[in-house]
């Protein structure tokens, strides 16, 4: 595996020492330690287990909504020798559902959506299915709606909008009877686009640029535009060895904005899941309801609620999570409430390097350390 030089690595370390600086004035020296600790192990976590598999990957860990810890790690672009940094922009994949959701929300919280009415109410144009389908079963992948099929995940064409998209999947048939089994579909998110459109009455990026990005001053996420000039994106890659990295194939994500068309970076995410730890920008009823598991018919939970995985670690803490897999990029955002902890990992390989075995870790890393009173606070 690559790695940047020594004056670049130089230069994250000054970066991230300055980072911390504010964090280490206001906390006791046994608080900076037991940091130092953690950012420690995470980072030999980072650097053994995930940074050899793939040409670049990045991280970041917040608590009470500071970042803590942000750091990037090998290439953003393999032939420039370009280093990741925490600026780099990744693709998120299905990690935008979590992000769509909280827009979803909004709109149920303002009284402009009702995830039980028909879908048809809101997208009158979507074939009937002599079936009830609503939002709330979309949303949590009970709505029937099939997935990819063949190499559609490879689409490199584009769609006007949300509407032009339907028309991959509209006529299919239902995989299975709406609330009855839980079948992931990234398309059913693509259908509640559309309802959002309608109930916003405005364009699904404009909407969710204007009610969820700005007011969380998520500046560093934006749609994944074909062709787009933007220095801070990564290159995207795939291969099966590090020896073997190749440049993965073009795609246009413009079909699936909604489940799985955004950039971001792993500081920006970390932000955006900190301000889901508590009630403020969302209602508490609104929360709770994001973040619990839907049923099946037959009253068997899943582990989905609204936009997120829903679970416990190995301690038995629950957590609420999404990953995301994209051509050329692959990601995992964890929330762990007991500690107040949000742990963001984004890398440009199609491969995922991310497990249970290794997030989880760096999550547990810090939770010794914010788990106390004095952890440090906003």
Not at 223 to 249: I, L, N, S, V, W
């Amino acid at each position: 595996m690559n790695t940047p030089s020594s004056p670049v690595r130089r230069a994250l370390l000054r970066s991230l020492a300055i980072s911390f600086a504010a964090l280490f004035l206001s906390a006791s020296a046994a608080d900076r330690s037991a940091l130092d600790v953690a950012i420690g192990q995470a980072r030999v976590l980072v650097e053994t287990q995930i940074a050899p598999k793939v040409p670049g990957v990045s991280v970041a860990v917040a608590v009470d909504g500071q970042v803590v810890w942000s750091q990037g790690f090998g290439y953003a672009d393999l032939a420039e020798k370009k280093p990741v940094t925490p600026a780099t922009r990744f693709r998120i994949g299905s990690i935008s559902k979590s992000l769509t959701a909280v827009g979803l929300m909004l709109l149920v919280e303002r009284g402009q959506l009702d995830l039980d009415a028909p879908v048809q109410r809101y997208v009158p144009e979507f074939p009937e299915k002599d079936v009830v389908i609503t939002t709330r079963q979309l949303a949590g992948h009970l709505g029937g709606i099939r997935h990819y099929r063949g190499n559609e995940m490879h689409l490199n064409r584009p769609f006007a909008d949300a509407r032009a998209s339907l028309k991959i999947f509209d006529r299919d048939p239902l995989e299975a009877p709406p609330g009855t089994k839980y079948i992931y579909t990234t398309y059913g998110w693509t259908l509640i686009s559309a309802v959002m459109e309608s109930a916003a009455r405005q364009d699904f990026l404009a909407y969710m640029e204007t009610a969820v990005l700005r007011p969380l001053a998520l500046a560093q996420t934006r749609a994944d535009h074909k062709g787009a000039t933007d220095p801070d994106c990564t290159r995207f890659y795939a291969g099966e060895a590090p020896d073997k990295f190749t440049p993965a194939p073009a795609v246009d994500n413009s079909y699936k904005w909604a489940g799985g068309g955004y950039l971001s970076t792993p500081e920006d995410l970390v932000r955006f899941g900190s301000a889901l730890l508590q009630p403020g920008f969302l209602k508490t009823d609104t929360l709770a309801l994001m973040f619990t598991q839907q049923k099946t018919a037959d009253g068997k939970a899943t582990d989905y609620g609204i936009g997120w995985r829903i679970g416990r670690d190995a301690a038995g803490h629950r957590v609420m999570l999404h990953t995301g897999g994209s051509i050329g990029g692959t990601s995992v955002l964890l929330l762990h409430p007991a500690t107040r902890t949000v742990v963001a990992l984004v890398c440009n390989h199609s491969k995922s390097p991310f497990t249970k075995e290794n997030w989880e870790p760096i999550a547990e890393s810090f939770a010794p350390v914010f788990a106390s009173k004095t952890a440090p606070r906003r």
